[in-house]
């Protein structure tokens, strides 16, 4: 809509693998596009024609892709409001299902996804005292945890207020392979994350050259080579970078 009240419609959602009940707003990404979620529909099997709900991006000509359809298991179902973290990814929170709990199929869950839908669960409400079926989405605080609050669960079943670090796992080395002169090594990721690895031939210096430039994982791991053959003694390590 404009500021002079002309409303354009970007989108109509059909109920089917798109998405239906889009809760809260669209937060705007730093590539441009806006992100969302939808409480019901979505392709994810079982979920029947109403579906668990989706994450979408769409842009301002009205494009709508689904990043990523819930399927009421471990990662959730009817998700709220999305938040964009700091560092790029987006942050939200399921009403139900998860790894905890009897009914109906969990407490809910706290998401991480990232702008190409690589969905990462980070937490299972348990019913107890940590809250059940949060029923909004989060804010980041400038001490960099994220906030919220469960509509149930907590002492008298009267719901909570709670907190959330985020602290991405660190690169490790898990396979390193010597062959005729050239090093391959192999490190574990977190997909959407950016890597730069790195090397030094004296451990008692402080300057780390770059070798080669920074890799955004796609999956769980990455791999590069480097030659050993004009310095046969180096030390690796991999740094994650924001």
Same mark, same amino acid.
Request: charged share 10%; glycine share 20%; proline share 5%.
């Given at each position: 809509m404009n500021a002079g009240g002309a409303l354009t419609t970007l989108y109509s959602f059909t109920a089917r693998s798109d998405g239906?009940?889009?809760?809260? &707003?669209?937060?705007?990404?730093?590539?441009?596009?806006f992100y969302g979620t939808t409480g019901g529909g979505g392709n @994810?099997?079982? =979920?029947?024609?109403? &579906?668990?709900?989706?994450?979408f991006k769409i842009s301002t000509q009205g494009v709508l892709t689904t990043l990523y359809s819930f399927t009421g298991g471990n990662d959730g179902a009817l998700p709220n409001e999305l938040v964009l973290g700091s560092d790029g990814y987006l942050y939200g929170t399921t009403w139900y299902a998860g790894t905890s709990g009897d009914w109906p199929g969990g407490y809910g869950t706290v998401f991480r996804v990232s702008t190409n839908g690589v969905l990462t669960s980070l937490y299972s409400f348990t019913g107890g005292n940590d809250g059940a079926n949060p029923e909004a989405g989060l804010?980041?605080?400038?001490?960099?945890? %994220?906030? &919220?609050?469960? =509509? @149930?669960?907590?002492q008298g079943n009267a719901g909570t207020v709670f907190r959330l670090? /985020?602290?991405?796992?660190?690169?490790? %080395?898990?396979?390193? /392979?010597?062959?005729? &002169?050239t090093l391959s090594l192999t490190w574990s990721t977190e997909a959407g994350g950016r890597y730069q690895l790195q090397y030094n031939s004296d451990l008692?210096?402080?300057?780390? @050259?770059?070798?080669?430039s920074p890799v955004t994982a796609a999956g769980a791991t990455l791999s590069a080579t480097d030659s050993t053959i004009?310095?046969?003694?180096? %030390?690796?390590?991999?740094?994650?970078?924001?």
């Amino acid at each position: 809509m404009n500021a002079g009240g002309a409303l354009t419609t970007l989108y109509s959602f059909t109920a089917r693998s798109d998405g239906e009940y889009p809760f809260g &707003g669209p937060v705007k990404g730093t590539d441009g596009f806006f992100y969302g979620t939808t409480g019901g529909g979505g392709n @994810a099997p079982g =979920g029947g024609p109403y &579906g668990y709900g989706t994450v979408f991006k769409i842009s301002t000509q009205g494009v709508l892709t689904t990043l990523y359809s819930f399927t009421g298991g471990n990662d959730g179902a009817l998700p709220n409001e999305l938040v964009l973290g700091s560092d790029g990814y987006l942050y939200g929170t399921t009403w139900y299902a998860g790894t905890s709990g009897d009914w109906p199929g969990g407490y809910g869950t706290v998401f991480r996804v990232s702008t190409n839908g690589v969905l990462t669960s980070l937490y299972s409400f348990t019913g107890g005292n940590d809250g059940a079926n949060p029923e909004a989405g989060l804010v980041q605080g400038s001490d960099g945890w %994220f906030y &919220g609050t469960t =509509g @149930a669960g907590g002492q008298g079943n009267a719901g909570t207020v709670f907190r959330l670090s /985020i602290a991405p796992s660190p690169p490790v %080395f898990q396979v390193v /392979i010597l062959t005729s &002169g050239t090093l391959s090594l192999t490190w574990s990721t977190e997909a959407g994350g950016r890597y730069q690895l790195q090397y030094n031939s004296d451990l008692s210096l402080t300057n780390w @050259a770059n070798l080669g430039s920074p890799v955004t994982a796609a999956g769980a791991t990455l791999s590069a080579t480097d030659s050993t053959i004009n310095d046969p003694h180096r %030390f690796y390590r991999v740094v994650r970078l924001p």
